[in-house]
């Protein structure tokens, strides 16, 4: 089993950032791959972006590339969304998912274990 909090939501302009944290209770994180994942009112979780269990490769929606950077600290057992230029379409709330394959893939399937959330919003 794997604990995930994620932390560093709020409320923004848009054109604002915020950075968010993934902390995991695991011995083990450093093999695995982590992604983040959000989901607005009434619509389904879509991918944003994962990274590889050594941080060495990344992957991004198309929707967030130049905005959006992935990073971990293994020795913390953290990840972190560093979010930029941030819309009002960013809006949701953000999941935090591990890939016990350790490879940064884009497919919600492949993701276990999930945090409670971090509402991020975005005003016009």
């Known amino acids: 089993q794997v604990r995930l909090v994620e932390s560093g939501g709020g409320l923004v302009q848009s054109g604002g950032s915020l950075r968010l944290s993934c902390e995991a209770s695991?011995?083990?994180?450093?093999?695995?791959?982590m992604g983040w994942f959000r989901q607005a009112p009434g619509k389904e979780r879509e991918f944003v972006a994962a990274?590889?269990?050594?941080?060495?490769?990344?992957n991004y929606a198309d929707s967030v590339k130049g905005r959006f950077a992935i990073s971990r600290v293994n020795r913390r057992n953290t990840a972190y969304l560093q979010m930029n230029s941030l819309k009002p379409e960013d809006t949701g709330v953000y999941y935090c998912?591990?890939?016990?394959?350790?490879?940064?893939?884009?497919?919600?399937?492949?993701?276990?274990?999930w945090g409670q959330g971090t509402q991020v919003t975005v005003s016009s």
């Open positions: 695991t011995l083990t994180f450093r093999s695995y791959a």
């Open positions: 990274v590889s269990w050594s941080g060495d490769n990344v």
């Open positions: 998912s591990v890939n016990l394959d350790g490879v940064a893939v884009p497919s919600l399937d492949r993701y276990r274990y």
